[in-house]
């Protein structure tokens, strides 16, 4: 599977058609978390769901207005996320097992197999249901006419700071042969460096956001200058100029993420280039972006982005990725295997058992190839049964921003 994504062009009137498509996919999505919250002893499940949103299509004159499989699409992105959390709680996860939230932002809305037609040139696409979105314009440099339109599972209209775009899912084979490099190479996710490998290369952080934190300040202190707390308070519509100034500020995020999911996408594609099997640590980031203190390095780092990126092009050029479990790969020594506590300041390591003087990260490094070896056969979460992150409909549910749209040039 492989996400082509365009920008897209239209009337202010077809701009709001699709905002209130979101808005309808949004509604039917809170509308099943609280069908399934409310009927937990009948054993709601996926079907239960699909079926709910006819009921909810009769009851609703605008959920009508959404083309019928756009609909089951949002009561799916519903479904996947009970699931998440069914699968959390069997899996026995410490601490909070992820219960669904109701969405308050969603930014995009999904399309199946119906609801839209492309063009003859397939330069534009027109959407079909009762939402009155119309004809849209493809901006982008894919070209839709090497696929079968059979192939375009799904299609999704995304909104961010900067515009609309669609996405269009293709189920092809992306896999490439490739030339065995006999190289094997072990990572270590390290604050000090992006990546550390275990025969001693290090890649600087880039610390994108840090670097343009000063704009952003900047920006966000612009935006909270206009902003009316009257206003709020008497429930009125901010002023115009607060909106301009919450649009630039969101845009310079964007400008960020788009940086940081580009770096992390050329190193990732000259790791996997350069290597047969690549091991590194299964992180729990959501864990530990908890920790404050490490918080803002960690998100700047990027590592998810890193590793979606490093199994994408693990699958694409049919190469080994192996995620192993954290455990200890800092504190163990590589040479010895004896345990050497030492705190995150301390940036060596030095074995009193057998005198192994090493950089900690490289260290660390060493032992997750280790590790990686040892758990052959069982390749990160691809291996497992699980969808691969950046499967379609794993990585289409979140806010828009999906990891796995290819640009030509790599
Ligand atoms: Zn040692």
């Known amino acids: 599977m492989i996400v082509y994504e365009f920008k897209v062009k239209g009337k202010d009137k077809q ?32 079907y ?25 699409s949002a ?27 109701f969405k308050k932002n969603c930014r995009s809305v999904e399309y199946k197999s119906s609801g839209w037609k492309l063009s003859d040139t397939r330069k534009a696409i027109t959407f079909s249901d009762n939402k009155g979105i119309g004809t849209l314009k493809l901006k982008g440099t894919y070209d839709l006419n090497y696929y079968d339109i ?35 190479v072990g990572l270590d996710l390290g604050l000090k460096y992006f990546i550390a490998d275990n025969k001693g290369n290090v890649e600087q952080s880039p610390q994108f956001h840090r670097k343009s ?38 845009r310079k995020h964007l400008k960020v993420s ?45 590592w998810y982005t890193f590793r979606s990126w490093l199994e994408y092009f693990g699958h694409k050029y049919g190469k080994v990725t192996v995620a192993v479990p954290p455990h200890n ?13 030492k705190s995150l300041s301390i940036r060596t390591h030095v074995c009193p058992h057998c005198g192994y003087t090493e950089d900690r990260d490289i260290n660390a490094a060493i032992n997750i190839l280790r590790l990686g070896l040892s758990t052959m056969g069982h390749t990160g979460t691809y291996a497992t049964g699980d969808l691969p992150s950046w499967a379609v409909g794993a990585s289409l549910l979140s806010n828009g921003e999906s990891l796995n749209v290819e640009s030509p040039p790599l």
Request: proline share 1%; with cysteine; charged share 35%.
């Open 15 to 46: 701009y709001q058609a699709i905002d209130e498509a979101i808005r309808t996919s949004q509604f039917i999505q809170n509308k099943c978390l609280r069908y399934w919250m409310d009927n937990k002893e009948s054993k709601v499940d996926k």
């Open 48 to 72: 239960a769901l699909n079926k709910y949103c006819a009921v909810l299509a009769a009851e609703f004159p605008f959920a009508d207005e959404l083309n019928s499989m756009a609909r089951q």
């Open 75 to 101: 009561a799916e992105r519903s479904w996947s996320a009970i699931a998440r959390f069914y699968n959390n709680c069997k899996k026995k996860v410490k601490g909070k097992k992820g219960f669904p939230k």
């Open 150 to 184: 059979k192939q375009i599972k799904r299609v999704r209209l995304v909104r961010r700071a900067d515009g609309y775009y669609a996405q269009f899912a293709i189920d092809i084979d992306v896999r490439v042969e490739s030339q065995p490099t006999n190289q094997i």
């Open 213 to 250: 934190q000063k704009q952003l300040n900047r920006a966000n202190r612009k935006k909270s200058k206009k902003f009316s707390k009257e206003r709020n308070k008497a429930k009125q519509r901010q002023s115009n100029n607060y909106h301009k100034a919450r649009i630039r500020y969101a």
């Open 258 to 302: 788009r940086q940081r999911k580009e770096y992390c996408k050329k190193l990732a594609y000259s790791v996997i280039q350069s290597n047969d099997l690549v091991a590194y640590e299964d992180l729990n980031v959501k864990g530990l972006v908890k920790n404050r203190h490490l918080a803002k390095s960690i998100s700047d780092a990027g």
């Open 329 to 341: 790969t800092s504190q163990n020594c590589s040479n010895c295997g004896e345990k050497v506590k």
